[in-house]
């Protein structure tokens, strides 16, 4: 596998951004590490929590050697503490995620496939959220979306994020959130417009640790794809809200979207 820092000018976003990309290629000698590379390779584009950046998924996993045994490219952007959202005060972070960020990576990387299908986004935490956001918003262009610890029901999220910050984000206090529900910002509301648009619905993989704390809007969101008879795969199981826990669920996502 091959590991690049692109460091690139978004329009989406008007200026400089970090993104670090795994890269399936045709080494024959790498001791320890599968290698081979197909002539089209599918993408995992995959999403940081609110603590982290664009090198953490590298640097507190091995997702390049999992991404070894599928064969596929694995995109990382960083995207601050933007909750992945078109903020109130002008940042297009969802827009740059999730329509932006492929079509530059493709050309780039000419071997990236440009199919649907192909194209999964998956995220921890706040990353979960945009993940489901992001399929949800543009469905056209993914596949699939994991949420592993997500924070999928804003409307009902903490209320100990900084006043002004929230207010940026999303045009609300802290103490108004219940007027994110039923918006372009709720994960719930997203869903059922999706489905009543008859639009392409990602397939979807929703983990969550027992004792994380963030159990309930993982099991709420099942029910509601349940209820739009929806393909996911489902899980809670022992773990809480670190590192060791989605080291090990990231298996899970690719072997659920790319195994054979």
Not at 78 to 87: E, K, L, Q
Not at 133 to 141: G, I, M, R, S, V
Not at 175 to 185: A, F, I, N, P
Not at 216 to 227: F, K, Q, S
Request: charged fraction near 25%; charge should be negative.
């Amino acid at each position: 596998m091959a590991f690049l820092q692109l460091n690139y000018h978004s329009d989406a976003l008007g200026m400089g951004v970090s993104v670090n990309v795994i890269l399936p290629e045709s080494a024959k000698t790498a001791i320890g590490m599968q290698s081979g590379r197909e002539e089209t390779y599918k993408t995992l584009f995959l999403l940081h929590g609110l603590s982290d950046d664009h090198t953490t998924w590298m640097r507190r996993t091995a997702i390049e050697r999992y991404a070894a045994k599928y064969k596929i490219a694995v995109v990382m952007p960083g995207v601050g503490r933007s909750w992945y959202t078109d903020t109130a005060s002008g940042t297009k972070y969802l827009t740059f995620v999730a329509d932006e960020l492929p079509r530059v990576c493709r050309g780039f990387f000419k071997g990236m496939s440009d199919r649907r299908e192909d194209n999964v986004i998956a995220g921890l935490s706040m990353g979960g959220y945009g993940a489901v956001k992001a399929a949800l918003t543009y469905p056209e262009h993914f596949g699939g979306a994991a949420s592993l610890s997500g924070t999928l029901d804003i409307a009902d999220v903490s209320r100990n994020r900084p006043m002004d910050e929230w207010r940026g984000i999303f045009g609300f206090d802290m103490q108004s959130v219940g007027e994110l529900k039923d918006t372009c910002h709720d994960l719930f509301w997203l869903a059922r417009e999706c489905h009543a648009a008859g639009k392409p619905f990602p397939r979807m993989y929703l983990w969550c640790g027992t004792e994380d704390g963030r159990e309930d809007y993982t099991t709420r969101y099942d029910a509601l794809l349940n209820e739009l008879c929806k393909e996911h795969y489902y899980a809670l199981s022992e773990g809480d809200h670190s590192w060791p826990w989605w080291d090990l669920h990231i298996q899970g996502v690719l072997e659920y979207f790319f195994g054979a």
